[in-house]
């Protein structure tokens, strides 16, 4: 199969099955998934369409297989009989997949969309029990490029 790399293999990890990687092809012909060299687990992957330079850690190993392969992880799966190869899973994969949903900055859109559902709710609360909110303890921003708008006095 095109989609799966063939790496170091510690844990003796099976491909998945040829339905299921021909069904994760036809979804996206960019995702690929190889055994984890770290853990016994697979690595979902997605090739990237532009040259980043990754540099492979000695910690994490699979770094090196993300490198070599100029690919962007997407997800874990774990070995059968944990994962059942099917549908779910595609989709499961999907909702991990940042590509997916057009790159990093309309993932950065709809995280901002959460915001202000949970800014909304946390509104409601204060009115239907009658409190103030003064501060929260987790700022509501997923970006580093939003800090300074958490910090406005």
Same mark, same amino acid.
């Given at each position: ?49 532009? /040259?980043?330079? @990754?540099?492979?850690? +000695? %910690?994490?190993? #699979?770094?090196?297989?993300? $490198? ?50 949970? /800014?909304?709710? @946390?509104?409601?609360? +204060? %009115?239907?029990? #009658?409190?103030?909110?003064? $501060? ?18």
């Amino acid at each position: 199969m095109q989609n799966f790399i063939s790496t170091e293999n510690p844990f003796n990890l099976a491909q998945p099955p040829r339905h299921f990687m021909a069904a994760m092809f036809d979804m996206d012909s960019h995702l690929v998934i190889f055994p984890s060299i770290e853990g016994p687990t697979y690595q979902v992957a997605c090739r990237l369409q532009y /040259t980043r330079h @990754v540099k492979p850690s +000695a %910690r994490h190993p #699979d770094t090196k297989v993300f $490198a070599q392969y100029n690919l962007h992880p997407v997800c874990r799966l774990l070995p059968s009989p944990y994962t059942r190869w099917g549908p779910k899973v595609l989709q499961d994969i999907r909702a991990f997949d940042v590509d997916a949903v057009g790159g990093g900055d309309k993932a950065a859109d709809i995280l901002d969309g959460f915001d202000r559902e949970r /800014t909304e709710a @946390v509104e409601q609360w +204060a %009115r239907r029990f #009658d409190l103030s909110i003064i $501060a929260s303890c987790r700022p509501l921003f997923h970006h580093p490029s939003r800090k300074p708008l958490a910090e406005l006095p």
